[in-house]
Every structure is written in C-alpha cells, then in structure tokens.
C-alpha cells in the first residue's frame, strides 16, 4: 500500500514563497516524484521532479528559478519550496511517484489528493 500526503499549501501575496510537503508511506517501486499542478480551467501539468536516489532534479520552463524540489530521507518527504509566486502559480498542487524519470503524468503509478495554492495579486 502507497499513500502520498501533500501539505503546506495556502494563500499568499504575488512575490512571496511556499512550501509545499508530500510524505511518503507504504513499499514501492516508484521512488521518482513529481510535482504537477491544475489550475482553474486548465489541464494538469508538470511542475518539478525528482529521481529515486535525488541525483536529478528537473523543472518545467515556466518555474525553473523559482521552485527547488528536495527530499529529506529521514521523514520519506518531498518537498517543492515556491518562491516568487506569481498570480498564475495558483492552482491545486499534486505530488505524485513514478518508477522512472518522467514528466508525463499518465506514467505516475501514485498520486496524492493535492493542496490548494492561491496567489494574491
């Protein structure tokens, strides 16, 4: 059994930084985790990856500068620290576990229930 748990959304002024949490429980072989998102009207889209040892880290265009994707071993989480949010970054956000290093969602096995973000303008 695979759970993931998405945390640290919230409402925030165009500028400032968040930072979003996915812990991990359960066995699996989908260790690479991705950060997609879908904001209102649109299509889920990629955001930030990671692969299963954190060698890689990798970025949709239109975030790259701005959000950095980490784990940390001990608590099984992956983060996303957003900084310098835009109006356009609002959007539920959804960490989700694949068995390889991709940016295409229908490739991930695993997906959380997602954290609402809301950027002020």
């Known amino acids: 059994q695979v759970q993931l748990v998405e945390s640290g959304g919230g409402m925030v002024q165009a500028g400032g930084s968040l930072r979003l949490s996915c812990a991990a429980s359960?066995?699996?072989?989908?260790?690479?985790v991705g950060w997609f998102r879908r904001a209102p009207g649109k299509e889920r889209e990629f955001v930030a990856g990671?692969?299963?040892?954190?060698?890689?880290?990798y970025y949709a265009n239109f975030v790259e500068g701005r959000f950095s994707i980490f784990r940390d071993n001990a608590r099984n989480t992956v983060y996303l620290r957003m900084n310098s949010l835009k109006a356009e970054d609002t959007a539920v956000y959804y960490c989700?576990?694949?068995?390889?290093?991709?940016?295409?969602?229908?490739?991930?096995?695993?997906w959380g229930q997602g954290t609402q973000v809301t950027v002020s303008s």
């Open positions: 359960g066995r699996t072989d989908s260790s690479n």
């Open positions: 990671i692969s299963a040892g954190s060698r890689l880290t």
């Open positions: 989700a576990a694949a068995r390889g290093v991709t940016r295409k969602d229908s490739d991930y096995d695993y």
